[in-house]
């Protein structure tokens, strides 16, 4: 991780203001690989919040069909226990979208405020916060969420606050690089040289010019949370059997791979879809969001 170096800007602003949205959609469209990323997290979200709506099995409910591979019954085969894979893949799309949405938006919640203050201010706060980042940032992510899990305990409230906890730094430090250079800009000076509050300043003059820059890193930000969501689940260190979560899927299919492989191919592709869905996406902001590009 890269030092917090205090009073220093290590990214240009955000193009917030610089153009108009329809632009921005316009050059994300022309991305098909974007495109595709933004279909698969749709897909992804409309699974995660509609899942009681559909069609589908009790995901708890067993059967004498144990182990069944694939069939037109069962379209992902059924597990150790004869409950359909199928309904339980998709019942487990919304505890992965519940952790990765309530964590990563605790982190740019936090994240965003310091990260505001410390540009904004400058000084000392700077500084303190800096340091209180740099703790965090000592840590490699995956350990400092496991490390938070494991003395909270396995649960997925623990994983969400985990996941904010890893995240908040990273938002401070991607929000406060751009604040530095954005509060030097003459329409700040002058709406300061005016009597505005530093209240006012931020909303109306600064916030405006951070919201693409947020915007990727939170979309970014959701494929590590639902990709580590995943690694504790399989670890035991949140939702816990019968839970149907795609990581203690993983879990109870690995011991079967030889001769039902099914157990954990469907889990896994549906962590990877909405993986590559998030990073695809993140990808396609990150272009669209930038003028140079365009």
């Given at each position: ?161 985990a996941i904010a906890v890893v995240y908040t730094p990273i938002f401070a430090r991607v929000v406060r690089a751009p604040v530095l250079a ?113």
């Open positions: 991780m890269a030092t917090w170096i205090p009073g220093s800007a290590s990214a240009s602003p955000a193009p917030g203001g610089a153009y108009g949205w329809r632009a921005v959609a316009r050059a994300f469209i022309r991305e098909p690989v974007a495109v595709l990323g933004l279909a698969m997290v749709a897909l992804y979200a409309l699974i995660a919040l509609g899942v009681d709506l559909l069609p589908l099995r009790d995901p708890l409910a067993v059967s004498a069909q144990r182990l069944a591979a694939p069939t037109r019954e069962f379209p992902f085969g059924t597990d150790a226990l004869g409950r359909d894979l199928f309904s339980r893949v998709l019942f487990g799309a919304r505890l992965s979208m519940e952790v990765a949405t309530l964590s990563v938006a605790g982190a740019t919640l936090v994240g965003g405020v310091l990260g505001l203050a410390a540009g904004y201010v400058g000084g000392l706060v700077d500084l303190l916060v800096g340091r209180v980042m740099d703790v965090f940032f000592a840590f490699p992510a995956i350990l400092l969420a496991l490390g938070i899990v494991a003395a909270l305990g396995p649960d997925p409230a623990n994983v969400i606050i954005i509060k030097a800009h003459d329409y700040v000076e002058a709406a300061r040289a005016t009597g505005a509050r530093p209240v006012r300043i931020v909303v109306r003059h600064i916030v405006p010019n951070l919201l693409s820059t947020l915007i990727v890193q939170i979309s970014l930000a959701l494929s590590w949370a639902v990709l580590t969501e995943g690694a504790l689940s399989f670890l035991g260190l949140s939702a816990q059997p019968p839970a149907p979560s795609w990581g203690v899927m993983l879990n109870e299919g690995r011991q079967y791979l030889e001769f039902a492989t099914h157990l954990a191919v469907f889990p896994g592709l549906a962590i990877m879809i909405a993986v590559l869905g998030f990073n695809l996406l993140g990808d396609g902001l990150r272009d669209a969001l930038d003028p140079q590009r365009r």
